[in-house]
């Protein structure tokens, strides 16, 4: 079992949609969790960190952890083009020293 | 504030030889974190090392080693480069372990 697992995709919406991205991990001691947006060709950029459970919002982005259900989700308002990138969902546990973990990564195209 | 700086951004080496890469963190990130990423593997974590000490380490052969010195700069060196070894080497860091991690524009090693 991977320790992060995401849908590789591809997701496709249209422009003006929702797009709700969703990962799930294997340590139950994660503590950390963080999504980040990969443009093609580009480094990982990170969007948002959430730690604690609920929802944590930032302009069109809702980050959302469940850790009772070891899942956490991204969602993106009012999509737009420019959105369209590979998502990484990373999370981080004090069980392996703190270490980074990434999923493979879910690749969003926002329709015009 | 300055984000993360890898050099070289391109390399081209052949079979057999070695390489160095190198990073700089932001100013006072004292956590610094290597990964090669690949078409096909997605984000693979190499090392990780705050203050001169190594951390955590992927797994990965003992070609590839690193270091990180007392102002937080990091280097990591390939030995007896294999064509396998192309891909996206990232370094990101952060303030500590568990924080949030900021990625380089990573440098880009082909090897012929």
């Known amino acids: 079992q991977k320790e992060v697992e995401q849908n590789s995709g591809p997701l496709s919406v249209p422009e003006g949609a929702i797009a709700s991205l969703n990962c799930t991990y294997s340590?139950?001691?994660?503590?950390?969790f963080f999504w980040y947006r990969q443009y093609s060709g580009k480094s990982p950029e990170l969007i948002m960190s959430i730690y604690s459970n609920g929802d944590k919002e930032d302009g069109r982005f809702t980050a959302q952890l469940n850790k009772a259900s070891q899942y956490v989700s991204l969602l993106i308002r009012d999509s737009q083009p420019s959105d369209s990138a590979t998502y990484l969902c990373?999370?981080?546990?004090?069980?392996?020293?703190?270490?980074?973990?990434f999923g493979t990564g879910t690749s969003l195209t926002v329709i015009p | 504030k300055a984000g993360v700086t890898q050099t070289p951004r391109y390399l081209i080496k052949t079979r057999g030889q070695q390489v160095t890469l190198s990073c700089s963190p932001i100013s006072g990130h004292r956590s610094v974190s290597w990964y090669q990423q690949t078409p096909g593997q997605g984000l693979q974590f190499l090392f990780e090392y705050f203050s001169e000490t190594q951390r955590n380490k992927g797994n990965f052969p003992g070609r590839f080693s690193g270091r990180q010195f007392s102002n937080s700069r990091s280097e990591m060196n390939v030995s007896t480069l294999e064509l396998g070894d192309s891909a996206l080497y990232l370094c990101a860091s952060s303030l500590a372990p568990r924080y949030e991690q900021y990625f380089g524009p990573g440098t880009r090693l082909t090897v012929t």
């Open positions: 340590d139950r001691g994660s503590q950390s």
């Open positions: 990373a999370v981080n546990s004090p069980n392996t020293g703190n270490q980074f973990y």
